[in-house]
Nanobody, 129 residues
């Protein structure tokens, strides 16, 4: 079965950095677009970043553009999110997700939670001011 396991979260001061990882198993990782989402207490899950199956195309939420970088290593079945210049408003549980579509083009639909059909358990990121 498909398993996505996030790691790398923690407590960091504002301006600091963290690198999240998402280890995937039970799927042909290199065939799927992947994404990062986050959910703060009392808020809905929101899009952070997405990456095409090949890694050649990326999408970012405006709130993280220029600070976060999504990447993948298909040989290691692992998705990454490098987060720099962290702000207190970045505090949330971060989830990786597997997009429903295989191969093809990464479109702006990848910003929508309903286009993903598998999720990890999440990793907490807390940014102190």
């Amino acid at each position: 079965q498909v398993q996505l396991v996030e790691s790398g979260g923690g407590l960091v001061q504002a301006g600091g950095s963290l690198r999240l990882s998402c280890a995937a198993s039970g799927l042909t990782f290199s065939s799927y677009h992947m994404g990062w989402f986050r959910q703060a207490p009392g808020k809905e899950r929101e899009f952070v970043a997405a990456i095409s199956w090949s890694g050649g195309i990326t999408l970012y939420a405006d709130s993280v553009k220029g600070r976060f970088t999504i990447s993948r290593d298909n040989a290691k079945n692992t998705l990454y999110l490098q987060m720099n210049s962290l702000k207190p408003e970045d505090t949330a549980v971060y989830y990786c997700g597997r997009h429903r579509a295989t191969l093809g083009a990464l479109t702006t639909a990848a910003r929508l939670t309903q286009t993903y059909n598998y999720w990890g358990q999440g990793t907490q990121v807390t940014v102190s001011s």
